[in-house]
């Protein structure tokens, strides 16, 4: 299920012939544990509320669900820095010179909220039951050399319900071992 954040429509809905919903990332439709998988791109330096969003994310995983994540680390060698946050009255209080990326849904762009670095490993783990690890992959024969190009994956606590009258089937360990180090 893809899903987008578009506030001139009701969350949880969308356009079917588009196959994706509306979401606000910090308080999600979607039932509890309903995914073994979620992925976001390059959106968590916008959120205003960077828990409520991870807890959002965990709640909506299954036990022992991954999270997989790119955000751009900015501050490679300092600790993340907010630059936005809201205020009690929902209003956006800039702490420092605003700043937007591109987004196909906003012809203003997004707002950056913060300026991430790589403690974000250990927020995250904080923000709810999650054990994070950030993967950098540096490979010029891949064709992937930039910047920003950390990802960071996340597993939910806990194992995954078993029961049930279909046997699991067997885990590739070899996939887990290389994506779960």
């Given at each position: ?8 429509m ?14 606000d990332?910090?308080a999600?439709t ?6 073994d998988?979620?992925v976001?791109?390059d959106?968590l330096?916008h959120?205003?509320?960077p828990?409520?969003?991870l ?5 909506t995983l299954?036990p ?9 680390i900015?501050?490679?060698e ?8 809201r205020?009690p ?13 591109g ?12 300026d991430?670095?790589?403690?974000i490993?250990a927020?995250?783990d904080q923000?709810r039951?999650?054990?994070?690890t ?5 490979d010029?024969s891949?064709?992937?050399?930039a ?9 939910k606590l806990?194992?995954p319900?078993?029961?049930?009258d ?11 071992r290389k994506?779960l180090?």
């Amino acid at each position: 299920m893809a899903s987008q954040y578009d506030p001139t429509m009701p969350w949880g809905s969308g356009p079917p012939e588009d196959g994706w919903t509306s979401q606000d990332l910090e308080a999600q439709t979607f039932a509890d544990e309903s995914f073994d998988l979620v992925v976001t791109q390059d959106v968590l330096e916008h959120v205003l509320a960077p828990d409520r969003a991870l807890a959002e994310i965990a709640r909506t995983l299954k036990p022992g669900g991954l999270h997989i994540c790119t955000v751009p680390i900015v501050n490679k060698e300092r600790p993340s820095v907010r630059r936005a946050g809201r205020r009690p009255d929902g209003t956006v209080q800039h702490l420092l010179e605003p700043v937007f990326h591109g987004n196909p849904m906003d012809p203003n762009g997004s707002l950056v909220t913060i300026d991430w670095g790589y403690d974000i490993a250990a927020y995250w783990d904080q923000a709810r039951g999650l054990s994070t690890t950030i993967w950098t992959i540096d490979d010029a024969s891949r064709g992937i050399q930039a910047e920003y190009i950390e990802v960071l994956v996340s597993r939910k606590l806990g194992m995954p319900d078993l029961s049930g009258d279909t046997p699991p089937r067997p885990p590739n360990r070899g996939f887990l071992r290389k994506l779960l180090g």
